[in-house]
């Protein structure tokens, strides 16, 4: 076959594959171009999840008569002069449009501020018509019919109305984040409607319109970043660690307004939580960069959501720093959202019981001779797991209302009359603080606090692994960690590879109080633990740190390995939860806990405490 030039509309149906994947990604090209626009309002409505009709329409600054066969052709923009690396718009690549329309039937229809009447031209296919008067605002309104009607190999890859129709929310959700002040409406018969009024474009505004988005429980339960270093700026926000998602979709990244996808900015957060979170959790972020537009390459593939920095280190050691120190100086701060899903569970539940007083299941049993005590309620609906349904002031196991924490209270030798007077004033004391006074210890693992004004419960095993985890990365910066010495070395048998890497690494378990070496070929001797650990299971601590550095030896820094070791042997020194605690042992946790930055959260993110408010449980109990 001779060679022979590719007609226009290949050339363009061909640019489609790669910039109109799907219908939100015609609808991601049309905001853009609104947006480009200057438009204050964007409406989009679809129809058949895009792929019968997708309507955007701006009020924008419009396109004159003259020049509306240029915005459907190929390479044509009005965006781009000749420098490359000055790109200030979203689009610049000037293929969108007869993309579109190589592939569908697209309309565009317009008028500028300063002529009286619009326009209008259409594409079908790639075959253009003629320019030709049509009524219409100020503004642009592009309408694009039968989405990949002149390519049905790429119709049949659509995954059907509901998906799609997601993916556009999706795109329009994520770009308006950036846009605070535009207002945004996305409607059709396909979907529900979505409608973002517009907000200020500051600080105030941005988060805002992020709640608006994100959910109303994003911003308390996130921190503000703002940093900046060498002509780079990074500010949005970004979740604490016990607000966590199992998946990394809800990490938004914008870098000069323009929404990305990057691995560099996902890893870059990944590190930014590592200690923090476990693998599996990922944090809820937006995260926004500003920079000189030339320090970044935005012309890595036609669909511009890939990004290349000239200077990778430093965004990434940006974005990293800065979440690091943001986490750290918000210091101890539980979740809301458990107090606040506690308290959901609370109220469902007295619902409920409320709703099963009225029902007939109630005059059945009632007839039945059942007690009218409170267990009767129990009896009224036995598909309610008992453990939840224990009516108030039922005696629990024949104790009354002492749990065994308090009777150990009581029982302690602390119980005497003098003592007891002394912790009514140490505690008026103690409840000044921000976990406030040890009350009770129940189900052998939560502390029971109380401050001037609110409730706090202690996860006291997630508390104390986090308090140990801090120990040891402070005895990565000073001196080596106490050990003690084995009466027998402890022989670990391992896999030969795993052997080594801990022989290897010998130097660095050493300063944390772990002594091991080779012991012949697939094996390790283990002569002293870290004094901090306790009585430990030696084998257990051995292989997992040996899977743990196995994990870790190749993708991260030496720092980051080193917190990965010590995360897990602080799995294996805290107080496993059983274990009872005397009333000074708990005062002396919390008061460890208020001194220990980020000790909120366990290692592994969930949070170690969580505290209701005096005003909430008042709510519970309709005093309020
Ligand atoms: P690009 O956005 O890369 O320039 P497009 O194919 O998306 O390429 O658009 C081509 C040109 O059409 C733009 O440069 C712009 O001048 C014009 N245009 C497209 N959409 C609009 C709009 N909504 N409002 C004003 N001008 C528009
Ligand atoms: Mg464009």
Same mark, same amino acid.
């Given at each position: ?81 000749? /420098? ?63 989405? #990949? ?77 703002? %940093? ?33 996808? /990057?691995?560099?900015?996902?890893? %870059? ?10 693998? /599996? ?6 995260? #926004? ?9 935005? =012309? ?96 629990? =196991? ?46 052998? =693992? ?140 708990? =005062? ?37």
């Amino acid at each position: 076959m001779p060679i022979l030039q590719l007609s226009e509309t290949m050339v363009n149906q061909i640019a489609a594959g790669e910039v109109i994947e799907r219908p939100a990604s015609v609808v991601k090209e049309l905001v853009e171009n609104a947006l480009d626009a200057g438009a204050s309002h964007i409406e989009i409505v679809t129809a058949g999840g895009g792929l019968s009709l997708i309507r955007v329409t701006d009020d924008g600054m419009g396109i004159p008569a003259s020049e509306l066969p240029l915005a459907v052709s190929r390479h044509c923009t009005s965006k781009l002069s000749d /420098d490359i690396n000055a790109i200030h718009s979203l689009g610049f690549r000037g293929e969108a449009l007869p993309s579109i329309g190589s592939v569908a039937r697209l309309t565009l229809r317009s008028r500028t501020a300063d002529s009286d009447s619009g326009a209008e031209i259409a594409i079908e296919g790639g075959r253009m018509s003629p320019v030709r008067p049509a009524a219409a605002n100020r503004g642009t309104i592009v309408e694009v019919r039968d989405l #990949f009607f002149a390519t049905p190999a790429r119709l049949k890859f659509m995954k059907g109305e509901r998906a799609e129709s997601t993916a556009t929310s999706d795109v329009v959700r994520r770009t308006a984040i950036a846009f605070p002040a535009v207002r945004f409406t996305l409607a059709g018969a396909d979907r529900a409607i979505l409608e973002l009024p517009p907000v200020g474009d500051d600080p105030k505004g941005r988060l805002n319109r992020i709640a608006r988005i994100m959910g109303a429980e994003f911003p308390e339960n996130s921190i503000e970043i703002d %940093a900046e270093r060498e002509g780079v700026r990074l500010s949005g926000h970004v979740s604490i660690p016990s607000f966590t998602r199992a998946n990394a979709l809800h990490q938004y990244a914008y870098v000069n307004g323009r929404p990305v996808r /990057d691995k560099l900015i996902a890893g %870059a957060i990944r590190g930014a939580y590592a200690d923090v979170l476990p693998r /599996d959790r990922h944090p809820v972020t937006v995260l #926004f960069l500003s920079l000189d537009p030339a320090m970044v390459d935005v =012309n890595v593939h036609p669909a511009k959501a890939d990004v290349r920095f000239r200077d990778p280190g430093l965004v990434r050691g940006l974005i990293v720093g800065a979440i690091r120190q943001a986490l750290a100086q918000a210091g101890i701060r539980p979740a809301t959202t458990g107090a606040a899903g506690l308290m959901a569970a609370f109220r469902a539940e007295t619902a409920e019981r409320w709703r099963g007083n009225i029902t007939s299941e109630w005059r059945p049993a009632a007839t039945q001779e059942a007690s009218r005590t409170a267990d009767f309620i129990y009896e009224a609906s036995p598909h309610r797991p008992l453990d939840h349904d224990q009516p108030i002031g039922t005696p629990v =196991n024949g104790q009354g209302f002492a749990e065994s924490g308090q009777a150990m209270f009581d029982a302690g030798p602390l119980a005497s009359a003098d003592t007891r007077a002394g912790w009514g004033v140490a505690n008026d004391t103690l409840m000044g603080r921000s976990l406030g006074a040890a009350r009770a210890q129940v189900h052998q =693992n939560y502390i029971v606090a109380q401050t001037h004004d609110s409730l706090i419960i202690v996860d006291q095993h997630a508390a104390h692994e986090r308090l140990v985890y801090e120990a040891l990365k402070t005895a990565l910066h000073s001196r080596p960690l106490p050990s003690q010495m084995l009466l027998m070395p402890e022989i670990v048998d391992l896999a030969e590879d795993d052997a080594e890497r801990l022989a290897l690494h010998a130097e660095t378990l050493r300063r944390f109080g772990l002594v091991l070496e080779r012991f012949g070929p697939g094996a390790v001797a283990v002569r002293e633990t870290p004094a901090i650990l306790g009585e430990t299971n030696v084998q257990q601590l051995v292989r997992d740190l040996a899977d743990e550095i196995a994990d870790h030896d190749t993708v991260d820094t030496l720092v980051e390995r080193l917190h990965a070791i010590a995360a897990t042997m602080a799995c294996h020194g805290s107080v496993r939860s059983g274990r009872l605690l005397k009333p000074d042992e708990m =005062n002396a946790l919390l008061r460890q806990m208020e001194a220990t930055p980020g000790s909120a959260t366990c290692n592994h993110g969930r949070p170690t405490y969580i505290e209701l408010k005096l005003a909430d449980i008042e709510r519970l109990f309709g005093r309020r």
